[in-house]
């Protein structure tokens, strides 16, 4: 499906005009639209940073595959980690309507231009943080992803709706996998309470600065790209965590939580941005390691995606001769 | 429904060790290449592949357990148990080495796989008939999948059939024992609950020549059969598969997941 | 545009005399797919393959390992036609000038079933 270049006349402010109204008024743009050059860019950067996330997400994960404790869990994680992959599959496809190629997209994150969201630059180091992985990270990423289910451009608001409908099985069962340690021998709780302490403060972090830090914000508002603040998608996730937490009896670690009675909302002790910051420039405790097993896993399948490409075309060469590609 | 008699019983468990060792072992192979496959629509199919041999073996070692009737269940089965009580195939418990090292080893073991199931899908022991009636929808995509790759690499670039050939040499040595009978597999071939292997040969043969021969892809002359998987005499490969994957599970006796 | 894998100044060889594509992500395909029940083929998303083959087999993995399926369509993006915008007036105008188009139009004896 070939998408219109941006016009000449690309940012005519009546076509501008129409197209934030269109917006406003809650159409959807497709592929074929109309749109500002800035905001095919804007999306193709979201999109992309997204898939991304998605691909490199599979890593602290699957890390424990070949240690997951029981069939059952090896399943359940086996299966988890290639909803990921097929995530970010349909995220890079939903990109592509946008007119670039996915080895473009590619090359952008081995290179090192493209980001990915920082959670994944943590280490997994127990069982345990599988479990919290599924229901602190996924579920920052389910409050995230039911906005973006009604995002403004169609087949990334279409790739939520999919996504969003898979997550689901994904969060309960690493709120399971926490219940089941939490409930479980003194080691099994002490690593579900370890985990819980080095996961909690990076989840939070996950929905980005504050709103008042939030550069990019006002312009995806008002372009159907984001609908909720930072902040609003930070609070509603931290209200559902808190009372899960209680329900398996394990401690949020912060020692400043606490119930306002007035807004009804649990507020949380002061966010580390240096750190935040630290993980995003690149010095995470795996940024490095992440980005090598992309590199490596990109660079020794070079082989086997060239042989098929090749064996195909033969192939068709075979078949109509007088049409070689 | 467990109705071997106990005279029968030690066969029929070791009959189902080998069955469910053989994919457990194969699809713990499969998923060590999860977010590293050489492109994101393999990650999703060598996964698929491999929760389906896991699948199996959950249910083959779950039926094990139950008929040795000692109190195991499907996971002691997998995480107590040292290398040398696996009954697996040595050809499942190589390394998953590149891509083509996995792929032939993969037409290689589902070739047979699919025999095999296809005929317990008349096995007197309706459990066994019925995990292979399930087998043998997914084994035959296991066989077109890895068919279909192997006819790329061996068709595809200088460097991708060199790596093929090398595959299938190093690997054809392990495909022998697939189909050695023993007393194991003669006696549940008797109460016709399982299978004997060794008649399923030629039709492997038949079905895997055709494929490597269309791939360009030349077999090695009488290689001597390396064996004893079936009697737990591994290759030093699966000690070190086992140490991790019963790792955790082992570190903390009595457990539950 | 979505670019195919097609000229480079790096080929690997095929060994065949050809050369080779330069690496890709592989060219896209679009996937539509007919869940059990009757109802029409939906577009589902997009894959990237080689061929038809492989592009149902990974079509089937990504869209339908969750047994939403019973049959599975692949056509590639290139073969794909499509309005534009632009079209969209005389295709789609619902046809208020059209009403002819519409049951309401006819009428019908009471008690007549249709």
């Given amino acids: 499906m070939t998408p219109n270049k941006a016009d000449p006349v690309a940012e005519d402010p009546t076509r501008l005009a129409d197209f934030e109204a269109r917006i406003a008024a809650g159409a959807t743009i497709e592929p074929k639209d109309w749109m500002p050059e800035r905001y095919r860019k804007q999306l193709v950067r979201m999109m992309s940073q997204h898939a991304h996330s998605e691909v490199v997400g599979m890593l602290p994960e699957g890390n424990w595959i070949t240690r997951a404790p029981s069939l059952r869990r090896k399943m359940s994680l086996l299966a988890k980690v290639q909803d990921e992959a097929g995530h970010g599959l349909y995220i890079y496809c939903g990109t592509e309507t946008l007119g670039v190629d996915r080895h473009e997209l590619i090359q952008q994150l081995l290179n090192g231009t493209a980001k990915y969201s920082s959670i994944f630059n943590y280490p997994t180091l127990t069982w345990a943080d599988i479990g919290a992985i599924g229901w602190l990270v996924d579920g920052a990423a389910i409050v995230n992803q039911t906005m973006l289910a009604k995002a403004s451009y169609g087949p990334y608001a279409r790739a939520m709706v999919r996504i969003c409908k898979e997550e689901n099985f994904h969060k309960r069962q690493g709120f399971e996998i926490m219940a089941t340690l939490a409930s479980g021998t003194r080691e099994q709780k002490r690593m579900a309470q370890d985990a819980l302490d080095r996961w909690w403060w990076p989840s939070l972090m996950m929905f980005g600065p504050h ?52 807004t009804e909302n649990w507020t949380v002790g002061p966010i580390d941005w240096d750190e935040f910051w630290r993980v995003v420039k690149g010095n995470g405790p795996c940024n490095r390691e992440r980005l090598a097993a992309r590199r490596t896993a990109h660079a020794d399948g070079e082989w086997v995606r060239v042989a098929a490409a090749t064996y195909a075309a033969k192939q068709a060469q075979r078949e109509s001769p007088s049409e070689a590609a | 429904m467990v109705s071997a008699s106990p005279a029968a019983v030690p066969n029929e468990f070791e009959y189902l060790l080998r069955l469910g060792d053989d994919r457990l072992v194969l699809g713990h192979r499969l998923s060590e290449w999860c977010g590293h496959a050489p492109i994101l629509e393999e990650d999703i199919a060598l996964a698929n592949i491999a929760l389906d041999l896991i699948g199996q073996a959950n249910l083959l070692l779950g039926l094990a357990a139950r008929i040795e009737r000692k109190g195991r269940d499907a996971d002691a089965l997998a995480y107590l148990r040292d290398a040398i009580d696996y009954r697996n195939a040595l050809l499942v418990e190589m390394p998953k080495g590149d891509f083509a ?50 006819l790329k690499l061996g068709g595809g670039t200088t460097e991708s059939r060199a790596r093929a050939q090398r595959a299938v040499d190093d690997l054809w040595p392990y495909t022998g024992e697939l189909f050695l009978a023993d007393d194991v597999d003669r006696a549940v071939a008797q109460t016709g609950i399982g299978v004997d292997p060794s008649p399923l040969e030629s039709s492997w043969q038949s079905t895997v020549r055709d494929v490597l021969g269309r791939a360009g892809l030349t077999i090695p002359d009488s290689a001597y059969m390396q064996r004893g998987g079936r009697q737990g005499r591994h290759t030093e490969h699966l000690g070190h598969m086992l140490a991790e994957m019963q790792i955790v599970a082992r570190s903390h006796p009595g457990a539950s997941w | 545009m979505t670019t195919m894998a097609n000229d480079s100044t790096t080929r690997a060889t095929s060994g065949d005399g050809t050369s080779a594509p330069e690496d890709s992500q592989w060219p896209l395909w679009e996937v539509f797919v007919q869940p059990p029940g009757g109802e029409p083929h939906e577009h589902a998303g997009s894959v990237h393959a080689v061929d038809a083959e492989s592009a149902l087999q990974n079509a089937r993995d990504v869209y339908a390992r969750r047994g939403e399926a019973v049959s599975i369509w692949v056509v590639p993006s290139i073969e794909i036609t499509a309005s534009t915008p632009d079209d969209m007036g005389p295709f789609f105008d619902p046809g208020n000038d059209k009403p002819y188009r519409h049951p309401q139009f006819y009428k019908v004896p009471r008690g007549i079933r249709m």
């Fill in chain 1, 211 to 262: 709103d008042s830090q939030s550069s990019n914000s006002d312009e995806l508002m008002r372009w159907g790209v984001k609908r909720k603040s930072n902040d609003e998608l930070r609070q509603r996730f931290i209200n559902l965590s808190v009372a899960q937490a209680k329900a398996i009896d394990l401690v949020i670690p912060d020692p400043q939580l606490a119930y306002d009675e007035q």
């Fill in chain 2, 101 to 150: 090292v996995t792929i032939v080893r993969q037409l290689l073991y589902s070739v047979f796989a699919l025999l095999q199931a296809e005929a317990l899908q008349r096995s007197t022991d309706a459990d066994v008939a019925g995990i292979a009636a399930k087998a043998v929808k997914e084994l035959r995509y296991h066989v077109r999948h890895s068919a279909d790759w192997v």
